[in-house]
């Protein structure tokens, strides 16, 4: 008996001998002794019951910055240079602003000296302060760009912009856009600059789509110019995004700021197969995203033969559309119609540096907890797409951008701490990832 007790413990020590020595002889290879590396720009296409799911196809990433590709409308991308994870996301979309400016390329600030904009009743008015700001120590913002305020026409915030908004894996900036020589009324026409934002966006994979802003004269007529000038002039760039709807169609997005300042009964002429000077079938031919401010302007939307709506105020409870408890009943409304719906989730909200009357919607950050939720809340209502407000509108304090710690003789900056300047991007980042993971499983 004890003999064979020792045989097996002589047996059991040689086992553990050889096991030992095969995972040591394991830690020593390096990847490329058993598996190939992956080479820059292979794509794992996901495979859903058998079948490639066709909104990760990655982009063509031979195809230059001027050739049509029919790629723009992919959800997920895997790519070598966007964020520190690699993947950027085409369903996540991010408003961004072009409309900055300082002396040293512009020979003025530009918006970094907005006004203090008086409140409309002149009783409220008289209590508060009137003016403009004085950059670069004093800015109408709350928070500090860590870029200072900087010109948009600088290729190098340009290109620190691109690559900020590939580490959020957001893959879609919306570019808040006027038609040539018009602005905001505080702001300079900046359309000229939409080429090298398509270029900036193109070398980091990501995709531009348009925010139609409101101007002096705008009506169904004239925004059918705006989108026959933006597709001739920009339709065949490779970073000119394009949607693929549920039927396999690939086209432009338009996200149409203020609609409602135009009557459903005019947009019915441009938007509608019988309107008198329909795109719907042509050449430009679009999908077309209303705001949703009151609970009735869903049916104005629909009635007005747009494709969609979204909510882009990131203060919760500002409006109908923006309050997250609304969020699903909206989704409802969409589903049953055939429309999109496009939540607009922010990191918080304050302008009382712009608009010092108007406390009451502010929204603290609460270092990132109130985005989380606005996050979760947008996930819960299983959207095809979300949208970030804001990358950079310091204006009202919605900018994911990176901000920095800034004390001046009149004023203390917010900021991001106790977290660093990548905060919100990693945040987004995080929610992204989770977001189409999630996603993944709800069309299974």
């Given amino acids: 008996m004890a003999r064979l007790r020792r045989k097996a413990c002589i047996a059991l020590f040689l086992f553990t001998l050889f096991v030992f020595g095969t995972m040591m002889g394991l830690r020593t290879l390096k990847p490329s002794d058993g598996f190939s590396d992956l080479a820059p720009g292979v794509e794992l296409l996901p495979m859903i019951g058998g079948k490639m799911d066709r909104r990760s196809v990655s982009r063509d990433a031979s195809a230059s910055p001027g050739q049509a590709r029919p790629a723009g409308s992919n959800t997920k991308a895997t790519i070598s240079n966007s964020g520190p994870e690699g993947t950027i996301f085409y369903d996540v979309h991010i408003f961004y602003y072009t409309w900055y400016g300082n002396p040293h390329l512009d020979g003025k600030y530009i918006h970094w000296d907005h006004i203090l904009v008086p409140h409309w009743d002149p009783k409220i008015a008289s209590s508060y302060p009137r003016g403009r700001h004085m950059p670069p120590e004093d800015i109408g913002s709350s928070f500090y760009p860590e870029l200072n305020p900087y010109s948009s026409r600088d290729p190098d915030v340009l290109e620190s912009h691109m690559e900020q908004i590939g580490a959020s894996a957001a893959g879609v900036l919306v570019l808040s856009w006027y038609p040539p020589g018009l602005a905001d009324d505080n702001g300079e026409p900046a359309e000229d600059l939409v080429p090298a934002v398509l270029d900036a966006a193109y070398r980091h994979n990501l995709k531009v789509a348009f925010h139609i802003q409101p101007y002096r004269g ?63 079938g042509s050449a430009y031919d679009s999908i077309f995203i209303a705001l949703i401010v009151e609970e009735r302007h869903k049916h104005d939307i629909l009635a007005g033969g747009f494709d969609g709506m979204y909510t882009f105020f990131a203060s919760n409870g500002f409006s109908f559309g923006s309050s997250h408890q609304n969020w699903k009943a909206i989704k409802a409304f ?111």
């Fill in 334 to 444: 969409c589903d049953g119609n055939n429309l999109l719906f496009i939540p607009s989730v922010g990191p918080g909200y304050i302008d009382t540096s712009i608009r010092p009357w108007n406390n009451h919607n502010t929204r603290n950050r609460v270092n990132g907890r109130y985005y989380e939720t606005a996050l979760q809340a947008a996930l819960n209502a299983r959207p095809e797409m979300v949208t970030i407000t804001s990358f950079n509108e310091w204006h009202e304090g919605t900018q994911i951008e990176r901000a920095v710690p800034k004390k001046t003789v009149t004023r203390v900056y917010l900021d991001y701490q106790p977290h660093g300047p990548d905060h919100y991007l990693e945040l987004t980042r995080r929610w992204a990832e989770q977001f189409n993971k999630e996603k993944e499983q709800w069309l299974m």
């Fill in 218 to 280: 705008r009506n169904d007529q004239s925004v059918h110019d705006n989108i026959k000038y933006i597709i001739d002039r920009y339709g065949d760039h490779g970073a000119f995004y394009k949607f693929t709807s549920s039927t396999g169609k690939s086209l432009p997005l338009f996200y149409i700021y203020d609609s409602y300042l135009t009557p459903p009964e005019s947009w019915s002429e441009f938007l509608t197969p019988t309107g008198s000077h329909s795109v719907r």
